[in-house]
């Protein structure tokens, strides 16, 4: 599950980095891909929590409706590099949380609540920011 | 509002991060607000409307909620508008290209697909 986890995170937010994102100068209005839409948005996601920590890597992002990913990468002690993926599913029944290890459980209290929250604020500013629409109208933000 | 919302990362870059969502808040209430998906995408031709109906089912918004089949709710709503926005926007620079290009458009995006593969 592990390595099906990487392999997925690094299909989506795998290099370049967003920063690095360029258009390609014969096609000067080609669009983004979905992939790199995700990648732009990942890099609002993971900056919502304050500073990265030097030497980690963090990204959180909306994969689809009903799919949320936060992946975390960082050195440990001995300087071997460590990950941490946790999905986010909507269900039915509530939000699943998805961990290696085949760990799943339902999010509730406080972390659902902050949960939520950082959806919430990941949409607004990434509508913003992004898309450049207005999060609760989806009207085109007026320069 | 959310200039404050942290992540409890520890200072040393070398612990393991927390494995739940326990940044702070600084006293914030969640804003229970369902945000809508954008007017403009709200056109039968597209399906959205299909759409729409499928979510007024799933969140089953004739009968009472709880409060955490609220928040799920929410975090659905938030997950499905951003769909949508991505779409709009990969939409929107396809015509915007198209009507760059006009004719041409099909032989030069041939061209440096072929160009990106290889």
């Known amino acids: 599950m592990t390595r099906l986890f990487k392999k997925a995170l690094q299909l989506i937010t795998g290099e370049p980095s967003v920063s690095s994102l360029k258009m390609p100068k014969k096609r000067p209005f080609k669009k983004l891909t979905e992939r790199e839409l995700l990648q732009l948005e990942s890099e609002i996601g993971a900056n919502l929590f304050g500073d990265v920590p030097v030497g980690h890597r963090r990204e959180f992002f909306c994969l689809d409706a009903k799919t949320w990913i936060w992946y975390e990468e960082w050195k440990d002690a001995k300087g071997k590099m460590q990950s941490s993926t946790t999905r986010y599913e909507i269900h039915d029944k509530g939000i699943l949380k998805v961990q290696e290890g085949a760990r799943y459980s339902f999010v509730e209290g406080a972390e659902l609540d902050n949960l939520v929250l950082a959806m919430r604020t990941y949409y607004e500013q990434v509508a913003r920011h992004i898309y450049k629409r207005d999060p609760h109208t989806g009207f085109p933000l007026t320069a | 509002m959310h200039d404050t919302l942290k992540r409890s990362t520890s200072e040393n870059s070398q612990e393991r991060p927390r494995d739940s969502f326990e940044f702070l808040r600084d006293g914030d209430e969640?804003?229970?607000?369902?945000?809508?998906?954008?007017?403009?995408?709200?056109?039968?031709?597209?399906?959205?409307?299909?759409?729409?109906?499928?979510?007024?089912?799933?969140?089953?918004?004739?009968?009472?909620?709880?409060?955490?089949?609220?928040?799920?709710?929410?975090?659905?709503?938030?997950?499905?508008?951003?769909?949508?926005?991505?779409?709009?926007?990969?939409?929107?620079?396809?015509?915007?290209?198209?009507?760059?290009?006009?004719?041409?458009?099909?032989?030069?995006?041939?061209?440096?697909?072929v160009r990106l593969a290889s």
């Open chain 2, 30 to 113: 969640l804003d229970l607000h369902i945000p809508f998906m954008s007017p403009d995408l709200k056109s039968p031709e597209d399906g959205t409307e299909f759409r729409i109906e499928s979510e007024r089912r799933m969140l089953n918004l004739e009968t009472p909620r709880t409060l955490a089949e609220i928040k799920r709710d929410n975090a659905y709503l938030i997950g499905s508008n951003l769909e949508a926005l991505r779409h709009q926007k990969l939409e929107e620079a396809l015509q915007r290209e198209q009507e760059f290009y006009g004719l041409e458009y099909e032989r030069i995006k041939t061209k440096d697909d």
